[in-house]
């Protein structure tokens, strides 16, 4: 972990889960998304919410960042409830949602400067020099971020979401529509969120994302937690594996990641015919 | 102006930050596309030349002083407003698509904020292609011979037009589902000016359309405008076209502010 970053505010009591749901409902018309959402995460662990399109992460995400009210249950981020208490909420969680929400027409310094002022942080600058330097952007900062590659922009993206600091981070879906590189810096820094204390929430339909990073996971279906519990917990599920003997054979992406990061440098040799032309 | 702020509660200094960090974002969008003022002065322009010169002509306005450049600049100003504030529209729906608008409401700022900065700037940046047009006038015989207090209340009157015609924009950018849609409600508000005495007296107009083109805001405003511009007695005109514009904007920002609350509870 870089230490040139903002030092970390005094651990927040362990005592209350860092968020806290339950029997959360919401519907769209006929349709209930969320039928009643019960999950608990604790503070500084990473969860995973696994689970196919539209089985209602995004859904409950939004309810968790105030963007969406429940129609009932409860839901608490740090001691706040989503629904009275919204603004303790939004100092305490951070959202990164599906797609980039960067500003294309501002730097990527510009990026987090402006989320540093709305956090009303006293030196904005430093603030967005360091993330920039935690991020490995250092060199982009002062490119627009429309001609960022799609890994830079999700960068950029996650260390937006980080500016103050916040105890909570939830991220929905971190690494739909990344290459594997861009994947994999992705994971290096909610490692490194994780290692600094924050509680981290993310959604993922990748079984194996779950698995790189979550202490625990929580599966969810149809817009209920069918189980939750660490990787252990939810192996044991089902009967021990047989012992095969099967020839290990590299997969494709060890073998595109071994061709590929000989003599690059993370960050920034995203192939150009990934890159998507930004719209904005 | 509390009836457009969608949190009452939040302290008015956060308002205010909140406000100014958003106004420098939008600043920085209107200053790295320097193109959009150009294309907002450049329909108007091409207006006020094609009257000046083509149709001007042949239009009787009924005044013994003045040239048809003194007449046509007021109609043509609110034209030029109507076109820029397109522009906020589409900054804004921009901002709704890209997910930059969930971003700002998902942190602890003032919801207000949001909207106001767009708003601020589209007022301020509006006011420079209104000056290309002025500074085109000039060039092809507008003399005006209004004093200090004359332009000021010009001044105070397109900034109040420009401020409601902005939260009308902000409505559309709110509620539209493309680029297109977002910009296409400026089309009727350019076309007003046409049903109204802005290129012509409304006394030529017959019966229905006269009556539409004196009850309706572009021909309270162009009028004392044109007053104001002439240094004549303007006071009656100008305290109509304040009460047009008054009215508009509070009707357009409470509509504003219940489209970003019904879109955003």
Redesign the interface.
């Known amino acids: 972990m870089d230490t040139t970053t903002a030092p970390r505010p005094p651990a927040r009591p362990t005592a209350a889960a860092a968020i806290s749901v339950r029997g959360l409902t919401r519907s769209y018309g006929d349709l209930a998304v969320l039928p009643g959402v019960d999950l608990d995460v604790a503070t500084g662990s990473i969860v995973a919410l696994l689970g196919t399109n539209g089985t209602g992460k995004t859904t409950l995400v939004k309810i968790l ?3 969406l ?1 429940p129609d009932g249950g409860t839901a608490t981020v740090a001691g706040a409830d989503v629904t009275t208490q919204g ?1 303790r909420v ?2 305490a ?3 990164t ?1 599906q ?8 730097t990527g310094r ?1 990026n987090l400067v ?2 540093a ?4 942080l006293p030196r904005p600058g430093e603030v967005a020099d360091a993330l920039l330097r935690r991020f490995s952007l250092a060199d982009a900062g002062d490119r627009r971020a429309a001609t960022y590659s799609n890994g830079m922009r999700r960068r950029l993206d996650l260390a ?1 979401s980080l500016v103050g600091d916040p105890a909570v981070v939830v991220l929905d879906e971190p690494t739909t529509g990344l290459d594997p590189e861009g994947r994999r810096e992705v994971w290096q820094a909610v490692r490194e969120l994780a290692a600094g204390g924050t509680t981290v929430l993310l959604t993922t339909q990748y079984l194996e994302e779950a698995e790189q990073l979550a202490d625990r996971v929580a599966i969810l279906h149809g817009g209920r937690v069918l189980v939750e519990g660490t990787l252990a917990e939810l192996t044991a599920l089902l009967p021990p594996a047989r012992v095969e003997h099967v020839e290990k054979r590299p997969s494709l992406e060890e073998v595109f990641l071994a061709l590929t990061s000989a003599g690059s440098t993370a960050g920034t040799t995203t192939s150009t015919s990934t890159r998507q032309e930004d ?2 | 102006m509390t009836t457009t702020t969608p949190t009452p509660t939040a302290p008015l200094a956060t308002v205010v930050a909140d406000t100014a960090a958003l106004t420098g974002r939008s600043r920085t969008h209107v200053l790295r596309s320097p193109d959009t003022v150009i294309t907002t002065a450049l329909m108007p322009v091409a207006i006020l030349l094609l009257f000046t010169y083509v149709l001007g002509g042949a239009i009787d306005t009924g005044s013994r002083t003045g040239s048809y450049v003194d007449y046509l600049l007021p109609g043509i100003l609110v034209i030029t407003l109507a076109t820029g504030v397109s522009y906020t529209a589409y900054r804004l729906f921009l901002d709704l698509q890209g997910g930059l608008l969930e971003r700002f409401r998902s942190m602890p700022i003032a919801r207000s904020a949001v909207l106001w900065a767009h708003v601020l700037t589209s007022v301020v940046a509006n006011l420079v292609p209104v000056a290309l047009v002025v500074g085109v006038a000039f060039v092809v015989g507008f003399r005006p011979r209004a004093g200090v207090l004359g332009w000021l209340a010009v001044v105070g009157v397109l900034v109040l037009l420009a401020l409601a015609l902005t939260w009308l924009a902000v409505v559309a950018g709110l509620t539209a589902s493309s680029v297109e849609g977002a910009s296409a409600f400026s089309y009727p508000l350019i076309l007003l000016p046409f049903v109204s005495s802005a290129f012509a007296p409304t006394g030529s107009m017959p019966g229905p359309v006269r009556w539409f083109a004196e009850h309706q805001p572009v021909t309270a405003c162009v009028d004392a405008l044109r007053a104001l511009l002439a240094g004549q007695d303007a006071a009656g005109s100008t305290a109509a076209a304040l009460a047009w514009c008054a009215g508009l904007l509070v009707v357009a920002a409470t509509l504003a502010a219940l489209t970003f609350r019904r879109r955003f509870p």
């Not at chain 1, 797609?99 to 501002?106: E, I, K, R, S, T």
């Open positions: 960042a105030t963007l009210p603004h939004r100092t969680l951070s959202l949602g797609f980039a929400a960067v500003d294309g027409v501002l510009e402006l989320v002022r709305l956090r009303h937006m719209l904005r």
